[in-house]
């Protein structure tokens, strides 16, 4: 049986793995449109965001889109559109997020 300790460990080590999937300069900035919304093109993310990097940007979509929370869509047209919109996992920050600005007010 696990001890309080144990849990507590565990917790954390949850927390912290949690909260590395969203560390990124651009992560909040990129997830807070999409949850506004909906679905957003990368040049419409580019303009919306433009202290960011194409460089930068492309790379915390991937990695948002590697963990779960932003899935993408490329339509197959010229030139060729691609759109961001967040998974069932990733709107379910939203709440998680509502309540953290609500904690920090």
């Not at 300069?25 to 679905?39: M, Q, T």
């Not at 093109?41 to 965001?49: C, N, Q």
């Not at 460089?55 to 197959?76: F, I, W």
């Not at 379910?92 to 309540?99: E, P």
Request: aromatic letters at 6%; hydrophobic letters at 40%.
């Amino acid at each position: 049986m696990p001890s309080d300790a144990d849990e507590r460990d565990l917790c954390a080590e949850r927390l912290r793995e949690a909260l590395s999937r969203i560390d990124g300069r651009w992560k909040l900035a990129i997830l807070a449109h999409l949850f506004e919304s909906g679905s957003q093109r990368f040049s419409k993310l580019e303009r919306a965001i433009p202290q960011a990097s194409q460089k930068m940007l492309t790379q915390h979509l991937r990695e948002l889109e590697r963990d779960g929370l932003v899935s993408r869509t490329v339509y197959p047209q010229v030139p060729p559109r691609v759109e961001y919109r967040l998974t069932e996992r990733g709107n379910a920050l939203k709440s998680v997020f509502a309540a953290l600005d609500q904690w920090n007010a």
